[in-house]
């Protein structure tokens, strides 16, 4: 376990060629009746009613949301590449980090082939190792607090999947199935997963959560608790959503803004 754990102290998504030996995942996804499915839980449910924005300056798509170890932030990527860094409101934003210019390259362009793969990168040895192939637009990765398991959005096939680190068969299994595609996943404090549900509201999904665009989980795949988005602009297309001490922080490849959202 102990080796494990330090092999998979990074790890990243790469959507590349296609794969000779791509595995066909087996489950079959029957989107309506996971549906159906979905709203006969009755679940916990924010609805998104007082938030607040802190605005970003002269660039947009503030799309992953971090905090450090001294709980100062949060930080963000934003589309030019860069990390900014929150210094409250009376400093604002500042520049943090430039790793890269170029983001989003080759996501879109990939979204309905299986040629998505799951990719280890060791440290200390500085490998590149591939550990699944044939994933559909593979999107948030997260680990669970021990880090026994991994959790992958599949965007396209609209499912998270959980890989066992430990194992040798590095099968997954379905740890979810969503009723909209899934963008990133975080894990808050207690070990819990917050899935951001992004692109595209599809209709009308449900009387108590019309509009869902988080949804929380445990560590078994049990829905914990959900986000309304109330249909507000300021909740569509989001990417990520981070839960701090009973506060959301909300991130959107394509706003202008953080949201903070309290509970
Ligand atoms: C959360 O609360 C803890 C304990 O009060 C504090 O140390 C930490 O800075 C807080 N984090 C954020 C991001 O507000
Ligand atoms: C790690 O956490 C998982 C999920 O809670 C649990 O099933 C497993 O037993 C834990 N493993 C260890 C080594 O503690």
Redesign the pocket.
């Known amino acids: 376990?102990k080796k494990y754990q330090l092999l998979f102290l990074m790890l990243y998504l790469a959507l590349c060629v296609n794969q000779s030996h791509q595995r066909i995942l087996s489950q079959k996804h029957d989107a309506k009746k996971f549906d159906e499915q979905f709203l006969h839980q009755k679940q916990n449910v924010i609805v998104s009613k007082d938030c607040e924005l802190i605005n970003l300056v002269k660039v947009t798509g503030p799309e992953s949301i971090a905090f450090d170890c001294k709980g100062e932030g949060p930080y963000v990527g934003v589309s030019d590449g860069r990390i900014l860094k929150w210094h409250g409101p009376k400093l604002g934003w500042k520049e943090f980090a430039i790793p890269s210019s170029i983001r989003y390259a080759d996501f879109l362009s990939k979204s309905t082939d299986n040629s998505g793969r799951l990719l280890k990168y060791d440290l200390h040895t500085k490998n590149t190792f591939v550990i699944y192939t044939g994933l559909m637009f593979p999107n948030g990765v997260a680990l669970?607090?021990?880090?026994?398991?991994l959790l992958v959005a599949e965007t396209t096939r609209r499912r998270i999947l959980k890989f066992y680190l430990g194992a040798n068969n590095l099968e997954p299994e379905v740890f979810a199935k969503l009723p909209r595609v899934p963008d990133n996943i975080k894990m808050n404090d207690k070990?819990e997963f917050w899935v951001a549900l992004n692109a595209g509201r599809l209709g009308k999904i449900d009387d108590d959560v019309p509009d869902p665009i988080r949804t929380k989980y445990d560590?078994?795949g049990r829905i914990l608790k959900q986000l309304d988005g109330n249909n507000e602009d300021v909740f569509s297309s989001i990417s990520e959503i981070n839960e701090v001490n009973r506060t959301l922080y909300i991130g959107s490849v394509t706003k202008l803004y953080v949201t903070i959202l309290k509970f």
């Open positions: 376990m669970n607090k021990n880090h026994s398991f070990g560590q078994e």
